[in-house]
């Protein structure tokens, strides 16, 4: 497979304002098969961090989706991209922000119930 999966990097690169590194796809890697699935967003899109959401009612491990922050370079725009761990090549959802957000975002997910509630 290509390292660069078709990303326009000479193109990205004056866009970008640093930030290294750069990721340009997501790899789900299943350990009891060795089968890997990548998810490649586009050639003018970058990935953040993802977040692992567990699918309701399921207790298997690892089934579930993932939501990923998408910069996309050619719209100078942000995206939120859900993955389905059961077809993880497509995007369930693409959901285009309001604002633009830079490089570097981190956080988690919690459930409201493992939250201090304070009054």
């Known amino acids: 497979m290509n390292p660069s999966l078709g990303t326009d990097f000479q193109a990205l690169g ?6 290294y590194p750069l990721y ?15 998810y490649f967003p586009g050639k003018t899109h970058l990935v953040q961090e993802p977040v692992f959401i ?3 009612g399921s ?7 993932l939501l990923a922050l998408i910069n996309n370079y050619d719209s100078m725009s942000s995206e ?8 993880f090549e497509k995007a369930r959802a693409i959901i285009k922000l309001p604002v633009r957000l830079r490089q570097g975002l981190h956080g988690n997910w ?3 119930s493992d939250m201090l509630q304070t009054h």
């Open 110 to 112: 919690v459930d409201s």
């Open 80 to 87: 939120l991209h859900l993955l389905d761990l059961h077809d």
């Open 59 to 65: 207790d298997m491990e690892g089934d579930g989706y």
């Open 54 to 56: 567990p699918r309701a």
């Open 14 to 19: 004056p866009r970008l304002g640093g930030g």
């Open 24 to 38: 340009n796809a997501l790899t789900h890697l299943d350990l009891s098969t060795s089968k890997s699935e990548v």
